[in-house]
C-alpha cells in the first residue's frame, strides 16, 4: 500500500464528475486500500477518489477510528435512496482544502446504497457525522466542494482566507 498525494483545491479534477466502476480489478482493491492509508495518513475521516486524482466513484470513510472505534468502509458506486426532511448545519473541512471550514446545512439523516469490495451490495442508514461525511465525500464524485454549497458572498470570503494562508 502506499499513502497516495492529496489534490488541493482548485485543481480542477475537483470538479469533474467521476465514472462509475464496472468491474472491481485488483486495480481498484489497490486504491481501495491507498486510499485507507492515505486518509488514516492525512489524517482523516473520508477520502474520495478524485481526492487523488482518480475520477471513479468510490471513497472510504472511517468516522470512528480517531475515538478508537474504527470501521473503515469502501463505498463503490453510491448512492443516495433516502434523505430526511429534517436538516442539521454542522462545521465542515476537506483533506483537500485544508486550513478552513465552512458551515454547511444538509439532510439530517441518509439512506445510501453502494458496492463494496468483495461486490456486495449494501444499504445503510447515517446519521449525525456519518451523515454529514457519506454526503460530502458523494459531493466530491459529482465535482462539488464545500465551497459550492455557500452563498456567493460566503464563498468568496472563505476563498479569500483559504488563498491568503
Ligand atoms: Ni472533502
Redesign the pocket.
Known amino acids: 500500500m502506499s499513502v497516495l498525494p492529496i489534490l488541493r483545491w482548485p485543481d480542477p479534477r475537483l470538479a469533474e464528475i467521476c465514472s462509475p466502476i464496472d468491474d472491481i480489478t485488483p486495480e481498484i482493491e489497490t486504491l481501495a486500500a491507498d486510499m485507507l492509508e492515505t486518509m488514516y495518513a492525512a489524517p482523516g475521516r ?1 477520502l ?1 477518489g478524485p ?1 487523488v486524482g482518480a475520477m471513479r466513484r468510490i471513497f472510504v470513510m472511517d468516522t470512528g477510528w480517531k475515538e478508537g472505534k474504527s470501521d473503515p468502509i469502501v463505498c463503490i458506486n453510491p448512492m443516495l435512496q433516502e434523505i430526511s426532511e429534517e436538516r442539521a448545519t454542522a462545521e465542515e473541512g ?4 485544508p486550513g478552513v471550514t465552512a458551515q454547511i446545512s444538509r439532510p439530517a439523516q441518509v439512506q445510501m446504497v453502494w458496492t463494496g469490495l468483495n461486490g456486495g451490495r449494501y444499504v445503510q442508514g447515517f446519521a449525525g457525522f456519518a451523515a454529514v461525511c457519506v454526503q ?2 458523494l459531493d ?1 464524485l459529482d465535482g462539488v ?2 465551497f459550492d454549497h455557500l452563498t456567493t458572498a460566503d464563498r468568496s470570503d472563505l476563498i479569500a482566507k483559504y488563498q491568503a494562508q
Open positions: 473520508g474520495a481526492q476537506c483533506l483537500s482544502i460530502h465525500e466530491h466542494v464545500t
